[in-house]
C-alpha cells in the first residue's frame, strides 16, 4: 500500500520512518539552510536521539547540552521522570552521547555540527533569558530574536511544521521517542 507522498506502508507502526526523515530533509524542512530548519532540525533530533516528550522540550536550557567535535551529549536534569528532588535520590537523571562521526570525518549532514551553529547563534539569549529554543528572526535573517519559542508552537513543529508540509501521515513529537 503507498501513500501519497509514495512510502511504503510497513505494517500496523505506519510509515518507513527513515524514508519520512529523508523526505525532510530532501524539502530542506531539516537542515542549516535557514534559522527555521536549523530550529526544526535541533528539536526534531532532540526527540529522536535523547527520547524527549513534548513537554520536556520547555525543559532544557542551554547547559543541558553540549556538543564536542564529533557528539552531542544531553544531560537531563529535570524531566517528566526526573526531577531532581527527594523522590529521586535513588534514580539518576539521563545522560546520553549521540556519536555524529568516528575519526574526525565529516560528513554531510554533520549535526554535530548543526548544534554548534545553533548554540553558538542563541548562546547570549538563551544566558539571558531560561530557555533553549528561541523565534527564529522573522525578517528572515539567520538570526534568532530573544523571544522563546512556546510550548504550543513547539508542539506543533513536528505534526504541521514537517509532516503536514511535507504531506505525511500526522503524528506527535511523542512518535519520535519510537524512532
Known amino acids: 500500500m503507498r501513500s501519497r507522498a509514495g512510502i511504503k506502508d510497513v505494517g500496523k507502526r ?3 520512518r527513515e524514508r519520512e ?4 530533509w530532501d524539502m530542506a524542512l531539516l537542515g542549516a539552510n535557514t534559522a527555521e530548519s536549523l530550529l526544526n532540525t535541533v528539536y526534531f533530533y532532540h526527540g529522536k536521539f535523547f527520547g524527549l516528550r513534548a513537554g520536556e522540550h520547555r525543559l532544557i536550557r542551554l547547559s543541558n547540552i553540549v556538543v564536542e567535535r564529533n557528539k552531542i551529549v544531553f544531560d537531563e536534569f529535570r524531566g517528566k521522570t526526573y526531577k531532581g528532588g527527594l523522590k529521586d535520590l535513588k534514580n539518576k ?18 549535526l554535530a555540527l548543526m548544534y554548534s551553529v545553533y548554540i ?19 525578517g528572515g ?3 534568532y530574536e530573544k523571544s522563546p519559542v512556546g510550548s504550543c508552537t513547539l508542539n506543533k513543529i513536528l505534526p504541521e511544521k514537517l509532516l503536514g508540509k511535507a504531506g505525511l501521515p500526522r503524528k506527535t513529537a511523542h512518535c519520535l ?3
Open 177 to 179: 521517542r519510537v524512532t
Open 141 to 143: 535573517k539567520f538570526e
Open 14 to 16: 505506519g510509515y518507513n
Open 93 to 110: 537523571p539521563r545522560y546520553i552521547e549521540h556519536i555524529c562521526h568516528e575519526n574526525g570525518e565529516r560528513h554531510s549532514p554533520c
Open 120 to 138: 553558538e547563534k542563541i548562546r547570549s539569549h538563551a544566558e539571558s533569558v531560561d530557555s533553549f529554543y528561541f523565534r527564529p528572526h522573522r
Open 21 to 24: 526523515e529523508t523526505i525532510l
